[in-house]
């Protein structure tokens, strides 16, 4: 439930943006289109550059959502004067959108040194440990199709550091990629399964065995319209380059991809939360840029104020056949109102019963909150990110804006089976933070993941054949030989999921048999050999005790440039060299 604690915005406030929006100056203007955000362009809508000298654009039609006062454009102006927004001389307006491309400088600059990371803060979770198969035969998790892990590690190793090892979430860095699995033809079966089962290459005992589950990718013209809400953080931790700045660059590419029927409003959070733009249609880009040019960071962090204050907007415009998220722009640092994790996540919780989604994206370093990122995303069925430069923000906001936009599917769960006469013990690497009670699987009162139109989700299990030496010693009293049954089948897969918005869930099922081994890696798709190069560097930055010391870093190298295959954007190239970054930083 809601504290008390976030309910301290007025309601007359709220209706003044929602019901008398529209009499607003700003909001009687015709539709500005888009175009090159000048201080001239932006004065036209409302927004006045601050002064001569530094061009920085913002509203003398001020107001705080709190005091119920009239509605402006700009963020609203907090009580205490010594965190008043600041001028940011240096900091240039967003260049027009003809500039979004790969070959833009990458950010944060070097010239900003990184911060004291003592202060960060990651969940914590301990490796999942080998289960026999004839105690525990079934493994049930939810699927995870977060990314953030991957640039958070990226963002350590490229300042030549290691990552905590509770950073280093094995499945999100095998997530990151995209693999290429064959994709469904029709929306009414939205995943396709595709597997693997190869030796192990740091364990001669074991083989892996690699689950990729494509979803149904929509066409575009299919897909429904979108109510969006901007909930941008412009506290005074967010005054780096790497923070707002960079969260600015990142929403004026998700701007780009709007249509004219997609609709997004913001609301600006330091101190007191209000709102900055109120909604306004696909067509209006130029007005959505310069209002992003007009936030400045200051204050304090209230996080639980703009959380309450984004959702009760995108409700008022909640629209059935619309996609309705809420987009959470911040390093996390949440001091102000309610900044406990656990109950910002039951608020979050409640929230997505009305059908409004939350998605987060982290900007910072020193005093990132990975926790209160995790804790939100996981709760709001939405999806979890990093972003640690512009090339980021282009992958996660323009490459991969079905997938992180349009929901194909809810509550997706996996259950793994696995046949006794066959395998005698498994591991599931990664998704320690995921895993769920077997009889979760059926009940669909349990909340697990989205996923989004043309997503993957790709998990490896470490699997021990019968007959092979186990891991631990089979027992002297009532250990009992395993039964004899199902044929040539090592596993049984069941994925099971809701459509968007529905509360009845359907499922698809597949065995696991011998047509889907491998006699060795070399033999197995690029897909696998890729994914278990990317495992194994997640599993050795961790520290996990499962890989062999005879399988170094340059044998992960050697694995994952031989995987590289087509690689148009450059990403699988850059987690090459990630791999020897690493073994500068952990030295073995």
Same mark, same amino acid.
Request: net charge neutral; proline share 8%.
């Given at each position: 439930?809601a504290?008390?604690?976030?309910?301290i915005?007025?309601?007359?406030?709220?209706?003044?943006? @929602?019901?008398?929006?529209?009499?607003?100056?700003?909001?009687?203007?015709?539709?500005?289109?888009?175009?090159?955000?000048?201080?001239e362009?932006?004065?036209?809508?409302?927004?006045?550059?601050?002064?001569?000298?530094?061009?920085?654009l $913002?509203?003398?039609?001020?107001?705080?959502?709190?005091?119920?006062?009239p509605?402006?454009?700009?963020?609203?102006?907090?009580?205490?004067?010594? @965190?008043?927004?600041?001028?940011?001389?240096?900091?240039?307006?967003?260049?027009?959108?003809?500039?979004?491309?790969?070959a833009?400088?990458?950010?944060?600059?070097?010239?900003?040194?990184?911060?004291? +990371?003592?202060?960060?803060?990651?969940?914590?979770?301990?490796?999942?440990?080998?289960?026999?198969?004839?105690?525990?035969?079934?493994?049930t *998790?939810?699927?995870?199709?977060?990314?953030?892990?991957?640039?958070?590690?990226? +963002?350590?190793?490229?300042?030549?550091?290691?990552?905590?090892?509770?950073?280093?979430?094995?499945?999100?860095?095998?997530n990151?990629?995209?693999?290429?699995?064959?994709?469904?033809?029709?929306?009414d079966?939205?995943?396709?399964?595709t597997?693997?089962?190869?030796?192990?290459?740091?364990?001669?005992?074991?083989?892996?065995?690699?689950?990729?589950?494509?979803?149904?990718?929509?066409?575009?013209?299919?897909?429904?319209?979108? %109510?969006?809400? *901007?909930?941008?953080?412009?506290?005074?931790?967010?005054?780096?380059?790497?923070?707002?700045?960079?969260?600015?660059?990142?929403?004026?590419?998700?701007?780009?991809?709007?249509?004219?029927?997609?609709?997004v409003?913001?609301?600006?959070?330091?101190?007191?939360?209000?709102?900055?733009?109120?909604p306004?249609?696909?067509?209006?880009?130029?007005?959505? +840029?310069?209002?992003?040019?007009?936030?400045?960071?200051?204050?304090?962090?209230?996080?639980?104020?703009?959380?309450?204050?984004?959702?009760?907007?995108?409700?008022?415009?909640?629209?059935?056949?619309?996609?309705?998220?809420?987009?959470?722009? $911040?390093?996390?640092?949440?001091?102000?109102?309610?900044?406990?994790?656990?109950?910002?996540?039951?608020?979050?919780?409640?929230?997505?019963?009305?059908?409004?989604?939350?998605?987060?994206?982290?900007?910072?370093?020193?005093?990132?909150?990975?926790?209160?990122?995790?804790?939100?995303?996981?709760?709001g069925?939405?999806?979890?990110?990093?972003?640690?430069?512009?090339?980021?923000?282009?992958?996660?906001?323009?490459?991969?804006?079905?997938?992180?936009? *349009?929901? @194909?599917?809810?509550?997706?769960?996996?259950?793994?089976?696995? %046949?006794?006469?066959?395998?005698?013990?498994?591991?599931?690497?990664?998704?320690e933070?995921?895993?769920?009670?077997?009889?979760?699987?059926? %009940? &669909?009162?349990? &909340?697990?993941?989205?996923?989004?139109?043309?997503?993957?989700?790709?998990?490896?299990?470490? @699997?021990?054949?019968?007959?092979?030496?186990?891991?631990?010693d089979p027992? +002297?009293?009532?250990?009992?030989?395993?039964?004899?049954?199902?044929?040539?089948?090592?596993?049984?897969?069941k994925?099971?999921?809701?459509?968007?918005?529905?509360?009845?869930?359907k499922?698809?099922?597949?065995?696991?048999?011998?047509?889907?081994?491998?006699?060795?890696?070399?033999?197995?798709?690029?897909?696998t050999?890729?994914?278990?190069?990317?495992?194994?560097?997640?599993?050795?930055?961790?520290?996990?005790?499962?890989v062999? &010391?005879? *399988?170094?870093?340059?044998?992960?190298?050697?694995?994952?440039?031989?995987?590289?295959?087509?690689?148009?954007?450059?990403?699988?190239?850059?987690?090459?060299?990630? $791999?020897?970054?690493?073994?500068d930083v952990?030295?073995?």
């Open positions: 439930m504290s008390s604690g976030l309910r915005l007025g309601s007359t406030a709220l209706s003044l943006l @929602i019901a008398g929006g529209a009499s607003a100056p700003s909001l009687a203007l015709s539709s500005p289109g888009d175009g090159a955000v000048t201080p362009a932006c004065a036209a809508l409302g927004y006045v550059a601050s002064s001569e000298r530094d061009h920085r $913002t509203s003398p039609r001020r107001a705080t959502m709190a005091q119920g006062a509605v402006g454009m700009a963020p609203p102006p907090l009580p205490i004067p010594s @965190i008043q927004p600041r001028s940011e001389s240096k900091a240039p307006a967003p260049p027009p959108p003809a500039v979004y491309g790969y833009s400088p990458v950010m944060p600059s070097p010239a900003f040194a990184p911060q004291a +990371r003592d202060t960060e803060k990651y969940p914590g979770a301990v490796a999942n440990p080998v289960k026999r198969v004839a105690d525990e035969p079934v493994s *998790f939810s699927i995870d199709v977060d990314t953030a892990a991957y640039a958070n590690v990226r +963002r350590f190793l490229n300042d030549a550091s290691a990552p905590p090892r509770d950073a280093v979430r094995v499945e999100e860095l095998i990151y990629f995209d693999y290429g699995y064959a994709r469904p033809t029709a929306k079966a939205p995943f396709k399964p597997v693997a089962v190869v030796p192990s290459p740091w364990s001669k005992d074991r083989q892996l065995l690699h689950i990729g589950v494509q979803g149904y990718a929509a066409p575009r013209a299919d897909q429904p319209p979108l %109510n969006l809400v *901007f909930l941008i953080d412009t506290s005074g931790s967010m005054s780096g380059e790497d923070r707002l700045p960079l969260a600015k660059k990142a929403l004026n590419v998700l701007i780009d991809q709007l249509r004219p029927q997609d609709r409003s913001m609301v600006a959070y330091a101190g007191s939360a209000g709102a900055v733009l109120s306004t249609d696909g067509r209006s880009k130029l007005k959505m +840029r310069c209002a992003l040019t007009a936030l400045q960071s200051g204050g304090s962090t209230a996080g639980g104020q703009g959380l309450e204050l984004a959702y009760a907007l995108a409700k008022q415009n909640l629209d059935p056949k619309a996609v309705n998220r809420v987009i959470l722009l $911040t390093d996390g640092d949440f001091n102000v109102g309610i900044a406990d994790p656990a109950r910002l996540k039951d608020f979050v919780s409640d929230q997505r019963k009305s059908g409004v989604y939350l998605s987060v994206y982290g900007f910072g370093r020193g005093n990132y909150n990975d926790t209160m990122m995790q804790a939100l995303a996981q709760n069925n939405g999806t979890a990110a990093y972003v640690d430069s512009l090339q980021e923000a282009r992958k996660l906001l323009r490459d991969d804006f079905d997938s992180a936009l *349009f929901p @194909i599917a809810d509550d997706v769960k996996i259950q793994v089976e696995f %046949n006794p006469a066959k395998v005698a013990e498994y591991r599931l690497i990664g998704y933070t995921r895993l769920l009670n077997r009889e979760d699987f059926n %009940n &669909d009162q349990v &909340d697990a993941g989205e996923v989004g139109s043309g997503a993957a989700v790709t998990a490896i299990y470490e @699997i021990t054949p019968v007959g092979a030496r186990p891991s631990s027992l +002297r009293y009532g250990d009992k030989a395993p039964a004899r049954a199902g044929g040539d089948e090592l596993a049984f897969l994925i099971r999921y809701k459509p968007p918005g529905g509360s009845a869930s499922l698809i099922e597949r065995p696991i048999g011998a047509g889907d081994v491998r006699s060795n890696l070399a033999a197995a798709p690029e897909a050999r890729f994914a278990v190069a990317v495992a194994a560097y997640g599993q050795k930055l961790r520290g996990d005790p499962w062999d &010391d005879g *399988f170094d870093w340059n044998a992960v190298t050697a694995l994952a440039q031989g995987a590289r295959g087509e690689d148009p954007y450059g990403l699988r190239a850059e987690f090459v060299q990630l $791999t020897r970054a690493a073994k952990k030295g073995s």
